[in-house]
C-alpha cells in the first residue's frame, strides 16, 4: 500500500438501516459516525414516489458533506418504465442528498440495454454508474458489454469485488474488470461471502483473503471509496467491519 494514501474512504449503503425502519439521514448519520465512517451509499429501491426511502429524502435531511466527503446513491433499475418520471425522480434525490455519483444494475430490458435512457439520465444532469452484477443475473457482466456501454453511454464504473469473485474465484475477471475500466473506476462495493450467506461481513467471509487481496490490489493503483454491502445486525458490526478492513490494507 502507497504509504502517502493516508485516510480509507469507506462506508456502508444505507439498506440495512431502512431494513431497520431508520429513515431520517441525521439519525442515519449518528449511527455512521459512530462506526467510523466518512463515506456513504443511500440506497433507493423504488421509483414509487411516495416510498419511504424516497420521502426521507425530502424533509431536509443530509449527510454533512465535511464527515461524508463521498455520497454515492444507489438508484432503482432504470429500465424504460416512465423515462421523464424516473429522470425527474433521480434528478430530486442527487439533488437532496449531494450524490457524487448515482449508480443503476445495468440489465437487459427486451434482449438489449436502455441505453437511450442511460444517455437521457447522463444529459439531464445525472452523473450516472453502472457496475457488474452477479452471477444470479444473465445480463450485466460480461467484460465487452460493459466496456460498451460505458464508452457510448459516457458513464462511470463501480466494481462489486464480491459480484465479480462470484464469477472466478481466481479473481482474474475481477482484474480483466480492473484493467479495462480503471479510468471510469469511483468506487468499489465491498463484501464477501458464507455458506449462507452471498453478502456477508468481510471480515467474517469464507473468501476474506480473495477479497482483501484484490481491493488492496485496486487500491494500489487507485484510491477509490469502499461502499460496504455486508449484512449488519448492529452498528458494532459495522465498525468492526471498518475497523478490520482499514488494518487489512494498511491505512490505520
Known amino acids: 500500500m502507497n504509504p502517502i494514501q493516508a485516510r480509507l474512504m469507506i462506508g456502508p449503503s444505507t439498506g440495512w438501516l431502512y431494513e431497520k425502519e431508520i429513515?431520517?439521514?441525521?439519525?442515519?448519520?449518528?449511527?455512521?459516525?459512530?462506526?467510523?465512517?466518512?463515506?456513504?451509499?443511500?440506497f433507493l429501491a423504488s421509483w414509487d414516489s411516495n416510498d419511504k426511502?424516497?420521502?426521507s429524502l425530502k424533509v431536509g435531511e443530509a449527510f454533512d458533506v465535511?464527515?461524508?466527503t463521498y455520497r454515492s446513491l444507489h438508484l432503482p433499475d432504470v429500465n424504460g418504465?416512465?423515462?421523464?418520471?424516473?429522470?425527474?425522480?433521480?434528478?430530486?434525490?442527487?439533488?437532496?442528498c449531494g450524490a457524487i455519483v448515482a449508480l443503476t444494475?445495468?440489465?437487459?430490458?427486451?434482449?438489449?440495454?436502455?441505453?437511450?435512457h442511460y444517455e437521457k439520465m447522463i444529459s439531464g444532469g445525472i452523473p450516472l454508474a453502472i457496475e457488474n452484477m452477479d452471477s444470479r443475473k444473465d445480463s450485466g457482466f460480461d467484460l465487452a458489454e460493459l466496456e460498451r456501454l460505458v464508452k457510448i453511454?459516457?458513464?462511470?464504473?463501480?466494481?462489486?469485488?464480491?459480484?465479480?469473485?462470484?464469477?472466478?474465484h481466481e479473481m482474474r475477471y475481477a482484474g480483466d474488470l480492473l484493467e479495462?475500466?480503471?479510468?471510469?473506476?469511483?468506487?468499489?462495493?465491498?463484501?464477501?461471502?458464507?455458506?449462507?450467506?452471498?453478502?456477508?461481513?468481510v471480515c467474517k467471509a469464507a473468501n476474506v483473503r480473495r477479497i482483501v487481496e484484490f481491493v488492496g490490489r485496486v487500491l494500489s493503483v487507485k484510491n477509490v471509496p469502499l461502499i460496504l454491502e455486508g449484512e449488519y445486525a448492529t452498528p458494532d458490526e459495522l465498525r468492526q467491519e471498518?475497523?478490520?478492513?482499514?488494518?487489512?490494507?494498511?491505512?490505520c
Do not use: W
Open 105 to 116: 444494475h445495468p440489465l437487459k430490458v427486451d434482449s438489449d440495454y436502455p441505453t437511450e
Open 81 to 96: 418504465q416512465r423515462p421523464e418520471h424516473q429522470l425527474a425522480m433521480a434528478r430530486d434525490a442527487v439533488a437532496r
Open 53 to 55: 426511502k424516497m420521502l
Open 180 to 201: 479495462s475500466l480503471k479510468g471510469e473506476l469511483v468506487h468499489l462495493h465491498v463484501s464477501g461471502e458464507t455458506s449462507d450467506n452471498i453478502h456477508s461481513r
Open 66 to 68: 465535511q464527515t461524508f
Open 23 to 42: 429513515y431520517s439521514l441525521r439519525q442515519q448519520e449518528v449511527v455512521l459516525k459512530q462506526a467510523g465512517a466518512n463515506s456513504v451509499e443511500i
Open 242 to 251: 471498518i475497523e478490520f478492513l482499514t488494518k487489512e490494507l494498511c491505512f
Open 153 to 168: 453511454v459516457g458513464c462511470r464504473f463501480v466494481l462489486d469485488v464480491q459480484h465479480a469473485y462470484e464469477h472466478d
